[in-house]
Structures are given as structure tokens and as C-alpha cells.
């Protein structure tokens, strides 16, 4: 990655990070402080960020400025964040280690982190909401209620909580392809679809730019979730930041186990060679913003954890 | 009650029931399938419908059409419902009955469970939106905004899940009285409030009748819940339809487990003669609507479940 672009990258996540400390403020008096403080330790423990910065650089593809969409891409990271709190619960997977640190229950107790993820998705439909309720905005009012609507949708039970449901339902049987495929583009897919709908619904972008976009949100999602399970197999603890082995431990349907080590990894060249054609697509290749999200683009396709 | 006010409580009570089926309808071939099952099976297994109907009938106190207020009625039920199948997880209050039946978690598993009620606050959100999106509508897209940010406020950590925090805490330690009074305040309090605000925000009203209306939430949510721990110690399990004296055993702060049962019944008639009071003022007692909502106040403070 160009020095230059790595640094606008950088500085878009600071951003970033700056927006989610103050979605969730800390304050000692606060009755529910300590739900807080254990929402606050997952929302700041160091995510990469991918979702928000999708969402803010493809604002950015389309000539918008990403700091409008500002608060769009905090509630989508807080919605991913509370995922995890409830994913990794001792009923759900029974994580320990998150992003190389004990997981909220396990540092918080699971009573404060049912409550602490509880808090993080109603935060992010409150500022939804709230940036919905601003009279005047670059975006329409309609564009942002569009963009809110397609984020809770994706975050909902035809999204997110409905691949979680089939993905607890593999934890029981051996799930087809079929519904591997489906399984991810649920679970995982959709919270990664979201940031570009989301993008082009704010901008109300239309023609080839706007559907390379969404191209992009549909390849990478599948792209994402079949690395996720190459990473499973092969990684390290130390450089997952989370337990890795457990989809076979648990004898999960995912593409490795089901597909072979081998033919994941042919899956998902062939999906990287995609993203590239329709990268190219999305912008004409000379302007920066084009720049910063193929190298956020190339920076998720190489990720170790 | 009188037959005709009855009769009329009892339809938008059935209008109720109609909107929350049709807000999450069971698809079997669904993937999330079971999770919506076991969100349907809380949502619709017999509540009373308090919330709902408080808002739907200030309504119309304030001279609207109830029926225009039909989603936000329906979203708060649903926040109401999740926040009940949270709390009764395991971790938390390890509840097995409920409404006379047994819990979500105890009928469809706890990783069901948590997923049913993530299910039932994103899509009480997404209702929301997809109200505040019509384009045309008889309340301003303002108005209902305000309205919706109101519930989503009352159902956050300043509202009711911080309620619940500071009642993780009374586990562990003895709350003083004005901790009492702002866990209930918040806890049970907040989505009571909820319904009378959300009104007021919807109708755009202002003027004595709106307050009356304002003053009526707050008060009621108190003795909601001062009734509340007056039935948890002397009702039975069969008319309470959950499990009663879990206060008590769990060494809880509650109005009657720190002031006595008898200062707690003071305090509770007390209460309900202010609302009596405030009641005289939210209509000038000839129409049928000021009719109806004293009528459902005077049901909820008569209720023995």
C-alpha cells in the first residue's frame, strides 16, 4: 500500500474510532455504568474497522464526502460489535479470546454482556435515528432513512441473526453447500454488503459505478467468510486474536471442512480475481478515493486474523 | 369497566395482536426459522398489551386516529418482549415460567433464546424506520421521528437496560431507597413513559392535556411498579403466571423487601390517587376516549398479574 494511502486509510479510522467513543460515552455516575464500561470494552478493543471504512470510502468512490456518512458507519460497527459480545456467550460459541483479549462475558460476566450487546444495538438504531432527525444534511432525509432501513435489515433475521440461527442449526447437522453458502451470506455476508448498499443508497448512486459497488459488497462478503474459515484452520491463536481450530473441534460445516483446505483456497483466488475486475469498475483508477478502497479491498483479502 | 368501553379496549387490543403477527410472520422455509418461532412464540403468548394500548388510546385522547400509531404501538411491545426473554436467560434472572408458560430459553434453548429477542429489538427498529419512511402519512416525518428516538431512548441504557444493570447490582449489594426509585424508573419505568411521550411526540400536541398525559406516564410507571413488587410477595404462581417471591429469596431490593409490605401499599394507593388526579386533567371526562384510557389505567392498577 502507497504511503499516502495508508495514511488516509489511517486517518479515516482514527475518525473512526473518534465517532464510536462518543456514540457510547463513559460516566462513572451513570446508573449503568458498568454495561457501559463492558459495551465500550468490546466497541474500543481494537477492531480493524473494515465495515465503516467500506462504507465511508465508497461515499468517497461516489464524490460524497465520508464524513457525513459518519454516523452510518459507527452504528454498522456497533451492530458487528454486539454480534460478537452475543456470539461468543457460553450458549452460543463459547469463545474466551476476542481480538487477543478475554471476550465481554468472560471479562464482564455474562449477565453485563447479554446487557452490554443489548446496548450496543439499541445505540446504533438511535443514531440512525438521530442522523435520520437532522432538518438540514448533504443527504436527503429519505436517503438516510433508505440507508438506515437496509443496514437493520441486513443486521436482522433475513441478515445477520438468521445466518447465526443456521449456523447454530450446523452445530447439530451437516449442512449442504447449498446452505453453507447461505449460512455465510447471512451471517457473514450481509453485515459486509451493508456498508456499500448503505453507501450508494446515501448518495442515491445510480449506473455501472453504484452496481460495481454493490458487486463488490455481494464478492466480498463470500470472499471474507471462506478466508474466515481458511483462517480457522491454518492460524495461530497468537495471530487470529481468537481461538482458532474450533469449526473442526466442533465439527462446523464450513468450506474448509466440507470442501477441503485445498479447494477453499482455489474458492477464494477465484473470488480475489473477481473483486479485482470489479474493483476497476468502480472507479477509473486515476482518482484517490478509487485508490483508498482497492487498498482497503487488497488490506481485508490479505488479513492474518 | 363498562361493556362499551370494555368492547373497545378489547378490539385494539385484537388490532394489536394483528399488527405484532404480522410484524415478524413465521415462514418455515425460512433459515432463521426457529429463531422466529421462538421470537413469535414470546411475542404473541398472551401479554397484556399495557404499552401498546397506553400509547394507541392517548392517541386518541389527543384527537388522532390510533390505528395511524399502529407501528410504534407494535415496536414498543416488541422491545417490551425482548427485554422480558433476555431477562429471564439464565445468566440473569433464571426465570422458567412466564405469562403461565414456560420461558423462551426453557422451550427453544438459551443461544435461541438470546437470538429471539436480538431478532425482536432489530426489527422493532426496523418497524420504526419503515414508519418514519412512508412518504405520505397523518403525523409529520418529524414527528414521527421525535416519537421514535423517544422509545429507543426509553429502551437504552438511560432508559430501561440501564434500569437492568442497576438491578444486576441490587443482587450483589443493598440498594438505598433512591436507588430503588431510579432502578424502577428506569427498569419498568422508562417503557411505561414510553407509550404517553411517543403519543405527545406523534400528535404534536402541547397544552395541559399533554402534560396531564406526560405526568400520567411518569406516575404510573412508578406504581406499575411498586404493584409490581407487592404481587411478586403475596400473589401465586398461578395468578401471577411467573414465579412469585423471587425478591425475597434473592435478597432483592424491592419497595417491600426495604419499606414492608404495608408502607408499600400506602405508597401504591398514594400513587393511584394522583393518578386518579392527573386522569381528570388528559380529557374533560365526556368523551368516549378519556373514557377508555382511565378505564385501561384503572385495569393495569387492578391487575394480579
Same mark, same amino acid.
Given at each position: 500500500m502507497e504511503p499516502d494511502t495508508a495514511a488516509r486509510i489511517a486517518e479515516w479510522r482514527r475518525q473512526v474510532e473518534s465517532a464510536l467513543d462518543a456514540a457510547l460515552p463513559a460516566d462513572?455516575?451513570?446508573?449503568g455504568h458498568r454495561v457501559v464500561e463492558a459495551a465500550r470494552y468490546s466497541l474500543l478493543?481494537?477492531?480493524?474497522r473494515i465495515r465503516p471504512l467500506l462504507l465511508l470510502l465508497s461515499v468517497e468512490v461516489l464524490g460524497r464526502d465520508p464524513a457525513d456518512a459518519m454516523p452510518f458507519a459507527a452504528a454498522l460497527e456497533m451492530i458487528h460489535t454486539y454480534s460478537l459480545i452475543h456470539d461468543d456467550l457460553p450458549c452460543m *460459541? *463459547? *469463545?474466551?479470546?476476542r481480538r487477543g483479549r478475554p471476550t465481554c462475558h468472560v471479562a464482564f460476566g455474562e449477565a453485563t454482556a447479554v446487557l452490554a450487546g443489548d446496548t450496543l444495538l439499541n445505540r446504533a438504531a438511535e443514531i440512525l435515528l438521530a442522523a435520520c432527525c437532522?432538518?438540514?444534511?448533504?443527504?436527503s432525509v429519505q436517503a438516510r432513512l433508505r440507508a438506515s432501513v437496509s443496514i437493520l435489515a441486513a443486521s436482522g433475521v433475513d441478515g445477520m441473526i438468521g445466518g447465526q440461527a443456521l449456523d447454530l442449526e450446523g452445530g447439530e447437522r451437516i449442512l449442504s453447500e447449498p446452505e453453507i453458502e447461505s449460512l455465510h451470506r447471512m451471517k457473514t455476508g450481509a453485515l459486509l454488503r451493508a456498508p456499500l448498499a448503505a453507501a450508494v443508497l446515501l448518495a442515491d448512486a445510480a449506473g455501472p459505478r453504484a452496481d460495481a459497488l454493490l458487486r463488490l459488497g455481494e464478492t466480498l462478503g463470500l470472499a471474507f467468510q471462506v478466508q474466515d474459515d481458511i483462517l480457522d484452520a491454518v492460524a495461530t491463536a497468537d495471530a487470529l486474536g481468537k481461538t482458532p481450530g474450533k469449526d473442526q473441534v466442533r465439527g462446523k460445516s464450513t468450506y474448509v471442512t466440507r470442501l477441503g483446505l485445498e479447494t477453499a483456497r482455489a474458492r477464494l483466488a477465484g473470488l480475489s480475481a473477481d473483486i479485482r475486475t470489479i474493483l476497476a469498475a468502480? =472507479? *477509473? =483508477?486515476?482518482?484517490a478515493s478509487g485508490t483508498c478502497l482497492s487498498a482497503l479491498v487488497g488490506y481485508i483479502l490479505d488479513r492474518r486474523s
Open positions: 462513572p455516575a451513570h446508573p478493543g481494537g477492531g480493524k *460459541d *463459547d *469463545d474466551s479470546l437532522r432538518e438540514e444534511g448533504p443527504f468502480c =472507479g *477509473d =483508477g486515476s482518482d
